[in-house]
């Protein structure tokens, strides 16, 4: 080279994009019935999930949404309300979602930048880098304690880690689906002296996954060998049952991720799209409707979802793109009605798009088992009342001596109370019948009180849209002109794009 020409530095461009740390503007004026949340942030693979993973564990709503990420650079606007489809007034929680988002874009891209630095040198100046921009963060906020350990990971309500989570120990658990099965998972745990603080089962495709946090007869994290591998015996045995040809998996928790995708996690390694034979499904009418078409001329696919709305949706289509390896550059979500539209333009991680019909079955199939997974089948049985150990294993007995069988459940303990909610059917998948649920109820009930609440689950059924789905057809016109990248481009004129 010669020595007269000054050297430039080919991680620069990098580094002007690390010196500017992740911005989040709230917007509760642009939009009558809506908040908007406006994410500036530089670009790393995940950024989108780790977003919508933070509006949805704060119970927003998002109706609408566009996204761009083309470039290495992530701006999106997000069109949020509050589970009573208002718009958020609390000061204190819009300044949380600030918080909170700008904080976990950080750590995420922290963490991408010393995976794929170029070894000491650069892990070090992203360590100075990060702390800088922290201290800039923390100069305008004040972020607390129950803020932080969300951030990090650390909430036992929302994440999976046995080396993370101190208070508990986190199992995890995959085999074939059966009334009984949390019956009899629960009764080994009690048997054991180990209590269920919480615990989340989701079924589909006759498959279950279940991730539960323990803790052994003193209170804390099961730390003895002794014990740990004798819980792993008998789960494994329950968790294969008799005829289990695909076999079941009880394994420890390591690392730390949100429970819900590892949910999903579990269910893919699991194959739970490929269902052997077709499964009834009485809550539903109608499979989701989505279509893969191809850009060549930009190399894009153009993933487009239509089925009926419901809560986390986005999440989990999000998730199930995001740990396929697939990245999403451009997204429309408009879910304001009863149906939810979303239409996606993807590549996979490695730079192609989906070049073969095989690869486009799998990400519809993927994408079908994402969406059904967390529907509710049958009535919704909450039971509120003090924790105690093997409290689990008494109410599951309870439903499975009444025939009943559990198609999704969600465990937790408040402070002192166990608040459980069960989502049952009869042992076919068929309604429960009501003299069932009332000779439950006595059952459980103390004194005159009643601890068993049950609520009807609403049938979700998908009514045909009055005119045909946008982007249901394809177009270069419409990915030139899509709303998203128009939207997204009128941001800048409105002066919210960041100015290097």
Known sequence: MDENWPYFDPEYDNLSTRINPPRVVIDNNTCENATLIKVDSANTHGVLLEVVQVLTELDLSITKAYISSDGGWFMDVFHVTDQNKRKLTDEKMIDTIKQVSELVLLLLLAKSWIQTGNELCDGLLTGFLLLNAMKELGAHHEVTRSDLRSCLGKSTRRSVGVEQVAEHTAIELTGTDRPGLLSEVSAVLASLKCNVKHAEVWTHNMRVACVVYVTDEAGGP?????????????????????????????????????????????????????????????????????????????????????????????FDTVCTLTDMQYVVFHATINSEGSIAHQEYYIRHKDGRFLDSEAEKQRVIKC??????????????????????????????????????????????TRNDKAVNVFYVTDAHGNPVDRRVVDTMRREMEIGQKTLLQVTEVPRLVRSPPNEPTKGSKFSLGSLLKSQSERFLYSLGSLGWARSL
């Open 222 to 314: 099961v730390q003895d060998p002794d014990l740990q591998s004798r819980i792993r015996e008998l789960l494994c045995n329950v968790m294969k049952g008799t005829d289990d040809r695909r076999g079941g998996k009880t394994e420890f928790a390591r690392g730390n991720t949100n429970t819900e995708r590892r949910l999903h996690q579990m269910m893919f390694a699991d194959r739970d799209f490929e269902s052997p034979e077709p499964v009834k499904r009485e809550s539903i009418e109608g499979k989701p409707t989505i279509t893969i078409q191809n850009c060549s001329e930009k190399g894009y696919s153009i993933v487009n979802v239509e089925c009926t709305d419901r809560p986390k949706l986005l």
């Open 367 to 412: 994408l079908e088992a994402a969406i059904e997974r967390r529907v509710s089948d049958g009535l919704r049985l909450e039971l509120c009342t003090s924790d105690k150990v093997g409290l689990l294993s008494e109410v599951t007995r309870i439903l499975r001596e009444n025939g009943l069988s559990v198609t999704r459940a969600d465990v937790e």
